[in-house]
């Protein structure tokens, strides 16, 4: 089975600190995505990437960016978190059979 | 744009008892239709899907039907069981990236 391992399962930082949420996975998808998920909202897309050093904006990129270097490794960064950035942050990646999640990292922004 | 609805939660059953989660969608053509589950400190798993109209996607007791005149995918399972206790996530996809379009949830607390 595919794994997708996110570094962090909760993480607490500062306002206008800058964040780094790291994504990796096991097998060799070219597809990879950040999605951000709130209660009743849903989960909404940020960014996604189709291969690496390439990169696509969601539905709501703004305070994100990603960073895909490697084919295995998709990070999420907020370049100065803020309050309104709290939430759970699932990252995904898109093989021919569907969809694999990770299990979340859960950032509080204080 | 594409857009999926479903009931607000919680719901609250007792085991053993029928359940219904509503799921209905805005979307042109023919999209495919998915419902994930998301237990407790974990990840999104695809629980079932169908792909085309009047198909039933069904897995672990749970089924679904693609019913393209009321757009709709109502998630159903005859006895719930404590286990079953998660939150539940309608979703479509309906272009070439492969994008999916969730609902916004729906929690499902099964009691003993």
């Known amino acids: 089975d595919v794994k997708v391992t996110q570094s962090s399962r909760y993480l607490v930082k500062r306002t206008g600190e800058k964040v780094f949420l790291e994504c990796v996975q096991d097998?060799?998808?070219?597809?990879m995505f950040w999605y951000r998920q709130d209660p009743g909202l849903g989960l909404r897309l940020i960014y996604f990437s189709y291969d690496v050093k390439m990169k696509e904006k969601g539905d709501i990129p703004e305070g994100y960016s990603v960073s895909r270097e490697k084919k295995e490794r998709f990070s999420l960064i907020l370049e100065s978190a803020s309050t309104n950035q709290t939430s759970m942050y699932l990252c995904a990646t898109l093989r021919a059979s569907g969809y694999t999640f990770g299990s979340g990292t859960r950032l509080t922004v204080v | 744009g594409d857009s999926v609805t479903q009931m607000e939660g919680p719901v609250t059953l007792s085991e053993e008892a029928f359940l219904t989660i509503n799921c209905t969608y805005t979307a042109t053509g023919y999209p495919s239709l998915f419902w994930y589950v998301q237990y407790p400190g974990e990840g999104l798993q695809l629980l079932l899907k169908a792909t085309k109209a009047d198909d039933k996607g069904s897995n672990k007791g749970f089924e679904a039907t693609y019913r393209k005149e009321t757009t709709s995918f109502h998630l159903e399972k005859g006895s719930v069981q404590v286990s079953d206790s998660a939150v539940y996530f309608c979703?479509?996809?309906?272009?070439?990236?492969?994008?999916?379009?969730f609902g916004g949830g729906t929690r499902l607390m099964v009691k003993p």
């Open positions: 979703a479509l996809n309906n272009n070439a990236g492969n994008m999916l379009t």
């Open positions: 097998m060799d998808h070219e597809n």
